[in-house]
């Protein structure tokens, strides 16, 4: 599972937020997906999956295939983009439907996601891919093996780390701690250009989608006194901070 | 309006409160039932064991029907099964809710998104599941007669714990600490980090830092790492010394009253979140600084 996800460091928050112009990659975390599903393969094929949920939908269809020509040169075999108008600003129900309908497609037998993606960071599709097909879900997971068809993972959670196991059928989330993402080779990203991208649609899928979520952004703007000390000794300097900072009541 | 607050704390039932109508709580032992007795007008009691994502999603989703609202809080725990119980009830999540309210059969809330740059005002509509920003929602739930049910239900995991690892945690509680100072990248090796441990505690405060101190360089347990995939803080004031200031770094750290930074560059983006900026090199300025303090500590 890749999310092509909005480059919030590319977002442009000055008066309104502009999400039709912001241009998408690939969600950092998903990164470490896809090097764990390109070492964990072995002879099996490795698929990569997105469903492209910001418009304009033809606009950003062209963006989405090039996020995944890069998951492709980091080593997977397939990729498959869904793209419909119905799923742009979807509800996370219906993202996750259409998913699970092509991980069944595929046949495959384990499912990697990062553990949330940059732009929503909500971090709720893989729990919900697993409900929607019905397997065990491991999330957080910083260490992943595979063996005997059960999934061995350690699961990082806020105060203590979990050693959990699950048969195959699973999903898995993973964190940045798993891994290092594969840099491609150019010889690599040549040969991506040749590996399939299907484009799908729901109708394809055999999946209908109801409610939309209505989201109004607008920038997050905390006005900060952005005074800066720079002139004088950092005897002087310190004494100014220091000074400033008691003004403030913090120290 | 009828909420539904899955492993309750004051917060979350306070939370459930503000909304109006019945308040019920779904735990899963009898201790914990006991804890939120007379907070809620309703208790349910299921017995799994909630470390198992799949099994609490299963209580989750029965005990759920009837609800307009289900309301936890956003641990990674509960959003996994915040997730599984939504797909089986086939309605929205929204997570890390700043605030809300529900009205016409519609929740609308707020929440940060695109690397917290930006706020998201949602509308689901109802039922619907949410998870709880924390110290979003300071207040006491009313006292109120509460009515205990246990819930009837054979859980089934395909999970299993085969060992659970405590972190190492000093006392490093950086969500409740009222000063921090936090190091970057500007620290030349693991040994310096000592001045600002040293500051730290002149200022009675904690120390963070930035991901490539805790994640990369392993100068310091991941408990100090501050940004968006590490701790959110909300001091009274953040000292940032030696750090450039990424986005994801800026925030984890949005929610501080005061921000001050040190750093010798003067392009360093940090300065344009902070609202004291010192440039000058960390080496020269932080010694002085734990020397004035300490003098001002203590006299």
Redesign the interface.
């Known amino acids: 599972m890749i999310k092509t996800a ?1 480059d ?2 590319q ?1 442009r ?1 000055r008066d309104a ?1 502009v999400v039709e112009e912001t241009p998408l990659k690939i969600s950092d975390i998903d990164r470490n997906a896809v090097e764990e599903a390109v070492k964990l393969k072995g002879q099996d094929k490795a698929y990569g999956v997105t469903v492209l949920k910001w418009g304009p939908l033809q606009k950003k269809i062209q963006e989405a295939e090039n996020v995944l020509r890069e998951a492709l040169a980091m080593g997977l075999d397939e990729a498959y983009l869904v793209a419909d108008e119905k799923l742009l600003n979807a ?3 219906a993202t ?1 439907k259409a998913i699970a309908a092509v991980v069944k497609k595929v046949g495959a037998d384990l499912v990697l996601a990062g553990e949330a993606t ?11 891919v ?3 097909l019905g397997w ?5 997971a910083r260490e992943l093996k595979v063996e005997g068809g059960r999934v ?1 993972a350690r699961r ?12 195959l059928p699973a999903v898995v989330s993973v ?3 798993i891994n290092q993402p594969r840099i491609p080779t150019l010889l690599a990203i040549r040969a991506a250009m040749k590996k399939p991208i299907n484009r799908l649609t729901l109708a394809d899928l055999g999946i209908g989608v109801e ?1 939309k ?8 703007v ?1 006005q ?7 002139d004088g000794t ?2 002087e ?6 000074q ?2 008691r003004q ?1 009541g ?2 | 309006m009828k909420t539904l607050v899955v492993f309750p704390n004051k917060e979350l039932l306070y939370a459930a409160s503000t909304l109006g109508g019945e308040v019920a709580a779904l735990v899963f032992s009898q201790k914990e039932a006991e804890a939120v007795s007379g907070k809620a007008h309703k208790i349910l009691v299921a017995e799994v064991d909630p ?1 198992l ?2 099994a609490a ?1 299963e209580a989750v989703a029965k005990a759920a029907a009837g609800y307009d609202l289900v309301l936890m809080p956003s ?3 509960a ?10 009830l ?7 809710v700043l605030s809300m309210r529900a009205e016409g059969g519609v929740l609308t809330a707020e929440r ?14 109802l039922p619907a599941v949410a998870t709880v920003a924390p110290g979003r929602f300071q207040g006491e739930p009313p006292a109120v007669q509460s009515a205990v049910e246990k819930l009837a239900l054979a859980p089934t ?11 190492s ?1 000093g006392a490093v509680r950086l969500e409740e600490a009222e ?1 921090i100072v936090s190091v970057g990248r500007g620290f030349k090796k693991k040994e310096d980090l000592q001045m600002a441990f040293e500051l730290a505690k002149v ?1 009675g405060g904690q120390v963070g830092c930035s991901r490539p101190i805790a ?1 990369d360089l392993k100068w310091l347990p991941e408990e100090h790492w501050v940004g ?2 590490g701790k959110k803080v909300k001091p ?2 953040y000292l940032a010394v030696g750090i450039s200031g990424q ?1 994801q770094h800026i925030a984890g750290i ?1 929610d501080s ?4 930074a ?1 750093n010798n560059d ?1 392009s360093a983006p940090i ?11 960390l080496y ?2 932080v010694p ?2 734990i020397n ?2 300490s003098k ?1 500590k203590g006299g």
Do not use: M, W
Not at chain 2, 271 to 281: C, I, L, M, T
């Open positions: 909005l919030t460091g977002l928050v937020v509800s996370h129900l996750a940059v732009d929503n960071y909500t971090g709720q599709i893989p729990a919900r697993a409900a929607e065990p879900v491991i999330t957080y061995v990082d959670l806020e105060d203590h780390v979990e050693v959990v196991e699950a048969p964190t940045r701690e409610t979520i209505s989201a109004a952004y607008k920038p997050l905390i900060r006194k952005k005074v800066v000390i720079k950092p005897e300097k310190a004494e100014k901070l220091i400033h900072l403030e913090v120290i | 470390r994502p799949d999603a641990t990674k725990n959003k996994t099964v915040g997730g599984l119980a939504a797909q089986k086939g309605v929205e999540l929204l997570v890390d940060y998104v695109f690397g917290n740059k930006a706020v998201a005002a949602v509308q689901v509509p995991s395909r999970l299993k714990i085969a060992a659970v690892e405590e972190k945690r000063i200022l994640a968006l995939s009274k004031l986005p949005l009253r005061i921000i001050a040190i003067p300065f344009q979140n902070a609202d004291y900026g010192v440039v000058e090199d020269k300025i002085i600084l004035k303090i001002l």
